[in-house]
Structures are given as structure tokens and as C-alpha cells.
């Protein structure tokens, strides 16, 4: 039974992966657009995001039935409980791509607002802070997941630099470009919160891999 228990675990960690690939390319998919002005890539985002779910669906799943027939030990059901908590954190995170790629649906037949400089980095930010999460997930890499929660106050300074920027020096300034300016405002905010759901993830790749929670205590991850 503990052989086929292990072998449940393996395919269940490439179930994660692919989540993991899936939700990678909305982000990029979804930022590219908007830098494009790209509707079909807009669109695809949207169009790929029933297939997101369905995994999602799939993945939560596996994971009760595993807990269900096994009644594994202590480490395989911090595994097993860590996998749903960040099949829920990928699936939002693809929703906010959803969300990204609906904003630049909107911005597409409008014209620039102004040069895209800081939503670039930002989206940079919040990819890498990503990518790095699931490699953190599937290589149960806590020091790579501690480098992924020390990167989140980056993201909230370039998003913070955005928001300045749009209120002070458009917004506030001209009213008719707040038809241009509230959609890169969201989209700053979407993306802010990618970064924090691949928070949510790291840390709790730290508590599966040392049974330690950091949230409440970032002391701790030093």
C-alpha cells in the first residue's frame, strides 16, 4: 500500500507542476497583451482559463481521495495539505490574469495613457516570484521559498510607484484620463496580488518541508 501511496504523491506532484506551467503562461500571456495591445492574446487568456479550473478541480480531488484510502503519516499529509493550499493560490492567481488580460481588453482601442515602465517591472517581479514559488514546491527548496517571501516588498514598492504616478500626475491633473488611468491601477493591483498568493505558497513550502509557519513570525526566516 505504501508503494502505491508513493506513486500517487509522484503523479500528484506533476499535477501541481503543470498547474504550475498553466498559470505561469496566464501571466505572461496576460501582461504581453496589454504591452501589445494584443486582443486574441487577451482573449486566449480568458478562453484558457475553464481548463485552469478544471485542473484545479481535478487536483483537490486526488487529494482528499488520497487522504481518504491512505490515512498517510504526518509528512505526507503536511505534502498532500500543502499541494491543495497552493492549487488554490495557483488557481487565483490565474484568475488575476484573467483579470489583467480583461483590463487590456479594455485598454486596447484607447489610446497610451503614458509609456509602460513600471507594470513591466512589476510583472517581472511577480513571474519570477512565481516560477520560483513552484520550483520552491517541487525541489521542497526552503531556502529558495524564504528568497520568494523576502521579494514580496519589491513588488509592493513598484506597485505603490504606480499608483502614485496615475493619481498625481494624471488623474489628478486631468479627469479625462481616468478611463486609461483606473485600468493600469487595477492592473498593478492584480499583479501585487500575484505576488502575494506566491507568498502564500512559499511560506507554505516552508512548512512542509521544516513544520514551521512563518506567516504570523517573518523573524523567522532569518
Request: proline fraction near 12%; hydrophobic fraction near 45%; charged fraction near 30%.
Given at each position: 500500500m505504501e508503494r502505491h501511496l508513493d506513486e500517487e504523491l509522484k503523479e500528484l506532484h506533476k499535477d501541481i507542476l503543470q498547474m504550475g506551467v498553466m498559470t505561469q503562461e496566464a501571466i505572461f500571456k496576460s501582461?504581453?497583451?496589454l504591452k501589445n495591445r494584443d486582443k486574441a492574446q487577451a482573449q486566449a487568456v480568458l478562453d484558457d482559463d475553464k481548463k485552469v479550473d478544471g485542473m484545479e478541480n481535478l487536483i483537490d480531488e486526488k487529494c482528499v481521495d488520497l487522504i481518504a484510502r491512505y490515512q498517510p503519516m504526518a509528512k505526507d499529509v503536511r505534502f498532500i495539505a500543502t499541494a491543495m493550499k497552493i492549487n488554490s493560490d495557483l488557481e487565483r492567481i490565474a484568475d488575476l490574469a484573467v483579470?489583467?488580460?480583461q483590463r487590456s481588453l479594455e485598454l486596447a482601442d484607447k489610446?497610451?495613457?503614458?509609456p509602460l515602465v513600471d507594470i513591466p517591472k512589476l510583472s517581472v517581479v511577480a513571474q519570477a516570484m512565481v516560477e520560483e514559488a513552484i520550483d520552491a514546491?517541487?525541489?521542497k527548496d526552503a531556502a529558495l521559498a524564504r528568497k520568494v517571501v523576502l521579494s514580496?516588498?519589491?513588488a509592493d514598492r513598484l506597485r505603490t510607484l504606480v499608483y502614485e504616478e496615475l493619481v498625481n500626475d494624471y488623474m489628478a491633473r486631468d479627469a479625462k484620463t481616468v478611463d486609461r488611468a483606473v485600468p493600469l491601477l487595477l492592473i498593478s493591483r492584480h499583479l501585487e496580488r500575484i505576488c502575494d498568493h506566491a507568498t502564500n505558497i512559499a511560506e507554505d513550502v516552508i512548512y512542509m518541508v521544516e513544520a514551521k509557519v512563518v506567516k504570523p513570525h517573518p523573524e523567522q526566516l532569518s
Open positions: 501582461v504581453e497583451s483579470d489583467i488580460a489610446p497610451l495613457l503614458k514546491f517541487v525541489n514580496d516588498p519589491e
